[in-house]
């Protein structure tokens, strides 16, 4: 499996990259570098009880884990969550939360 490299900027494909799962790449090509992530930490996920109130989001979590948060245009962001009720300050907009929707 390849991926296509191109700097976006209308000109032509600059490079044809080897596939390398969790890789993490710069216009160079393979960093050397790779993500993985822990199905231990995002376990909770199914048991995470998410709402928001007062212009703010509550994530209440069984046990410390990460936690994916997605904004509707696309951006990520892993919050790291400790027991309890974690309270949560996000910019208004539409959220995806560990597979939940969330409006602020």
């Known amino acids: 499996m390849m991926i296509i490299?191109?700097?976006?900027v209308g000109q032509p494909q600059t490079a044809d990259l080897t596939f390398v799962n969790?890789?993490?790449?710069?216009?160079?090509?393979?960093?050397?570098e790779q993500v993985t992530t822990s199905v231990t930490e995002m376990a909770a996920?199914?048991?995470?009880?998410?709402?928001?109130a007062a212009g703010?989001?509550?994530?209440?979590?069984?046990?410390?884990?990460a936690v994916l948060?997605?904004?509707a245009d696309?951006?990520?962001?892993?919050?790291q969550l400790?027991?309890?009720?974690n309270e949560v300050e996000l910019p208004h907009g539409f959220y995806i939360i560990a597979?939940?929707?969330?409006?602020?």
């Open 82 to 85: 400790h027991i309890g009720r």
């Open 45 to 52: 996920a199914a048991t995470l009880k998410v709402w928001s």
């Open 56 to 65: 703010r989001v509550y994530i209440e979590s069984p046990e410390a884990c």
């Open 69 to 71: 948060v997605v904004s």
């Open 5 to 8: 490299f191109n700097a976006g």
């Open 99 to 104: 597979g939940k929707k969330v409006i602020l």
């Open 22 to 32: 969790n890789g993490i790449y710069t216009s160079a090509g393979f960093s050397g």
């Open 74 to 79: 696309g951006r990520a962001q892993t919050l």
